[in-house]
């Protein structure tokens, strides 16, 4: 008889915790399959009636990691047991010994449910994060801890200094995913003394494959055309719920194929170059969106950007940049920093400022909803 999927709303309790904890130990070692969920979110409800709960599941399933995705159109990813251990086991080798972990980041999403795989693994619970890092570290034990966060909570720790940032200077190591660690921030994160390491991965790779560019032990890598990076590996989920026409897409002959441009640095580490889709083409020149941010970032006074290309009668596309600044920087400054660094064509021909960037899970820019916001304000 196929088990039938448990769901697991999360409020941000240690309640919710404690039953995602439960039900994810035990869909481990081969029971009912997990749905997590976040309660907190308006559209959660659709979310979980595309996963279709009362359906049977796909074999070897442990959990689905439902999705909203980049385009806004609803999938499930499906994860077996093996490939979330493997995951969690090779974490391991890669940064460290058994030990605790600070739960920082929602579990309805791959980076905190690895969190609470990682604790089961080592044989505890996790500890859930109160909004205090100097109280979250005064639970931790042992001589090895660990937490998981997005960049921007890390940039706000290094803002704010004091307790929490003498705090996290405890943790063995702290791995940084969900949306990439600008190099300005590793370096500023470093000579405050923390051990940070950014990670690459995703759901379908059961979170981080990549830790400071090099795979873990059990994954393999290769580029496809256009620079696409294709990942192989124990770690790998095994398809989309109810979706096998897009499963076939995307998971093929043990490869999947990522949504990612990428390419090998002078130092052999893989470097994450942008999604495919967000190349812009303007007057027929290609601008690499995620390039023309990176050099905004690290420019004095820019807390975040978000680039994207506007539909424009003779260009095709213009490049524009939505920037949260802190105070305000001179936009000639920014834009003699992108034609040094990135050339005429990625010039940005309008910036915006706004208070915040909408996101679509941890750290993850919603470029969909930004764009859509500039077209629907005329702009």
């Excluded at 907190?40 to 359906?55: E, H, I, N």
């Excluded at 972990?101 to 579990?107: E, V």
Aim: charged share 25%.
């Amino acid at each position: 008889m196929t088990p039938k999927i448990r769901e697991v709303w999360l409020d941000g309790s240690p309640e919710g915790v404690c039953e995602l904890t439960d039900a994810l130990r035990h869909a481990l070692a081969g029971g009912q399959p997990v749905l997590p969920l976040n309660a907190k979110d308006p559209g959660a409800k659709a979310l979980r009636d595309a996963m279709a709960p009362d359906q049977p599941v796909e074999p070897d399933t442990a959990v689905i990691i439902a999705t909203s995705g980049s385009t806004g159109a609803p999938k499930g990813v499906l994860l077996s047991a093996e490939a979330l251990l493997a995951s969690a086991n090779a974490t391991y080798e890669a940064i460290g010994p058994h030990g605790p972990w600070l739960l920082a980041t929602p579990p309805h999403y791959i980076g905190g449910l690895q969190v609470i795989t990682r604790s089961i693994v080592a044989g505890l619970e996790p500890i859930l994060h109160d909004g205090d890092f100097a109280s979250g570290a005064e639970k931790m034990d042992g001589d090895a801890f660990y937490t998981a966060l997005v960049p921007t909570q890390l940039v706000d720790v290094l803002d704010k200094g004091g307790p929490a940032l003498e705090a996290l200077k405890t943790f063995e190591k702290i791995i940084i995913g969900g949306a990439p660690l600008h190099p300005e921030v590793r370096e500023r994160a470093t000579r405050a003394g923390l051990g940070v390491v950014g990670a690459y991965g995703m759901s379908e790779t059961a979170s981080g494959c990549f830790y400071d560019g090099r795979p873990l032990h059990c994954v393999g890598f290769e580029f496809g055309d256009n620079q696409r990076i294709r990942i192989s590996g124990d770690t790998l989920a095994h398809g989309y719920r109810l979706q096998p026409e897009l499963t076939a897409e995307c998971f093929a002959d043990g490869w999947f194929e990522t949504s990612d441009r990428g390419r090998i640095d002078e130092d052999g580490r893989l470097e994450v170059l942008g999604r495919v889709d967000d190349m812009i083409n303007t007057g027929g020149v290609k601008v690499p969106a995620t390039a023309v941010e990176r050099v905004l970032i690290s420019q004095f006074g820019v807390k975040d950007a978000c680039v994207v290309g506007v539909p424009h009668h003779r260009w095709g596309e213009t490049v524009v940049a939505v920037i949260v600044a802190d105070g305000e920087p001179s936009i000639e400054w920014l834009r003699a920093a992108v034609r040094k660094a990135a050339g005429p064509a990625a010039v940005p021909k309008r910036f915006e400022f706004v208070d915040e960037l909408p996101l679509r899970g941890p750290g993850k820019i919603d470029r969909a909803a930004v764009l859509r916001s500039l077209l629907s304000s005329g702009k």
